[in-house]
């Protein structure tokens, strides 16, 4: 069973390397929406700090939401997703196994770019620590509710514009939580990153099912 | 189960007996809550005339989120139970919901010019009934993408569960977000405490908004359910 997972991480990871602009279509895309803001906006330090944990957590969101069509991508016109269904896995955890693929094949690239772009915003270290831990916390949720958007229009031709419609709304609270648990005054920081965590939780636990659900709906 | 016995055939009877009554209704609180709203109620005493606003803005508001969760159980019940009426039911309530928004949006934002001295602002409640708008659109759009009519109704159902879960959590985030920047006089809507004057035309045009709801919410399921029915009839018709 574990090999069956992490054997479809690592087949996921393959194809998110290979295909689609690899993994350096999300940080790359991410530092150019970090770059338009100093120059649409004054660049001065003090606005820069000011923007920068909103900047990082739009961006890091708008990565993730570019990249949701690749989580199912051919796997439903290639049969792959029903040689999965017919295998060993429930597909609850099919569906974990691809949100762990995709987490670390575009998460952990936005969490490394994270730093650099946090310097070109003159965050100082701790800040900079707040919004690393913030992100680390709600990137998995951002995928997997991106990967319940995703099962949804598994499927359909260019169904970009309605992932995100569908996703956007039912993602704001972890913007909501990750941005202020970085930015909030005192006392509102830490309360910020209990919510963003017990989100995480949550998804982690309510939407693998829901989307095996959904997977099922979508394979008949 | 009562969704096993809901025999579609009687529910259309139903709703076709309840029409005149539900229309008589909503014309009769319709017209005793605007003449009670716009005339015999008292101007407020910070917002003046402009107060009236909120008679016709609240019970959008409150009908636009009560359509949501229709909608939403609904779907859950299609989703348990597989009882075609009770997608219809959902997908009938979904534009009339958003139209509910959509028309606390635009009141809402008429309302905060002369009120606040501006069309819009970010604030918890105006915040909350904006992404509402955006669920409704998602599961619109989602129920008309998906090309087998089976899967569409399925996945839209699973959409609209999904998210009215994530409802209450969207409105503690915007509440908690909204705490974080109390801004410095945000005139309350309605007020700190509402006077019995003012109350009697809200709840009678809540009453009104809620009749008129049902009205179209029972129009448009009749709607889709009579096709879907009549070939039936006619199969019996020329049953010998």
């Keep these: ?220 | 189960m009562l969704a096993r016995s809901l025999n579609p055939r009687t529910v259309l009877q139903l709703l076709r007996r309840i029409d005149p009554w539900l229309g008589i209704a909503s014309a009769l609180l319709f017209a005793f809550g605007i003449v009670d709203a716009l005339l015999l109620s008292p101007p407020d005493y910070q917002q003046g005339e402009s107060v009236r606003i909120m008679y016709v803005h609240v019970p959008a508001a409150y009908l636009a989120s009560q359509a949501y969760l229709l909608l939403a159980g609904m779907s859950a019940l299609y989703l348990i139970w597989r009882n075609p009426l009770a997608d219809m039911a959902a997908a009938t309530a979904a534009p009339i919901g958003a139209a509910f928004t959509a028309l606390a949006l635009v009141t809402g934002s008429l309302w905060g010019r002369p009120t606040w001295g501006t069309y819009w602002v970010w604030d918890a409640r105006l915040t909350s009934v904006l992404v509402l708008l955006f669920l409704y659109l998602g599961y619109i759009a989602l129920r008309q993408a998906v090309e087998t009519p089976d899967k569409a109704r399925r996945l839209a159902a699973w959409l609209a569960v999904i998210g009215a879960i994530d409802l209450p959590i969207i409105r503690f985030s915007v509440e908690w977000w909204n705490t974080l920047h109390q801004p410095a006089s945000l005139l309350r809507p309605d007020g700190p405490s509402i006077d019995p004057s003012m109350l009697r035309p809200l709840l009678v045009m809540m009453a009104a908004y809620q009749a008129f709801f049902l009205f179209v919410w029972a129009r448009g399921l009749r709607a889709r359910l009579a096709p879907r029915l009549k070939h039936e009839t006619l199969k019996e018709r020329t049953r010998v």
């Design chain 1, 1 to 220: 069973m574990t090999r069956a997972f992490f054997a479809i991480v690592l087949r996921d990871l393959r194809l998110h390397a290979t295909s689609g602009g690899g993994l350096l279509l999300a940080p790359g895309f991410f530092a150019l929406v970090a770059t338009l803001f100093p120059l649409a906006l004054n660049p001065a330090p003090a606005t820069l700090r000011l923007i920068a944990p909103a900047v990082v957590w739009i961006g890091g969101l708008l990565a993730v939401l570019i990249s949701l069509e690749r989580i199912f991508g051919e796997d439903i016109e290639d049969g792959s997703l029903d040689a999965m269904a017919l295998g060993l896995l429930p597909l609850a955890l099919v569906a974990l196994a691809k949100a762990l693929g995709h987490l670390v094949a575009f998460g952990v690239p936005l969490l490394v770019t994270a730093p650099l772009i946090a310097l070109a915003y003159q965050l100082d270290t701790a800040t900079t620590g707040k919004l690393l831990l913030s992100l680390l916390l709600g990137l998995p949720a951002l995928t997997l509710i991106g990967l319940f958007a995703a099962a949804l229009t598994a499927g359909l031709k260019r169904a970009g514009a309605l992932i995100a419609l569908i996703v956007v709304p039912l993602e704001l609270p972890v913007l909501i939580f990750g941005v202020w648990s970085v930015a909030a005054p005192a006392g509102g920081g830490q309360t910020g990153l209990i919510y963003l965590a017990l989100i995480t939780l949550g998804a982690l636990i309510l939407l693998p099912a829901a989307v095996g659900a959904v997977l099922r709906l979508v394979l008949e």
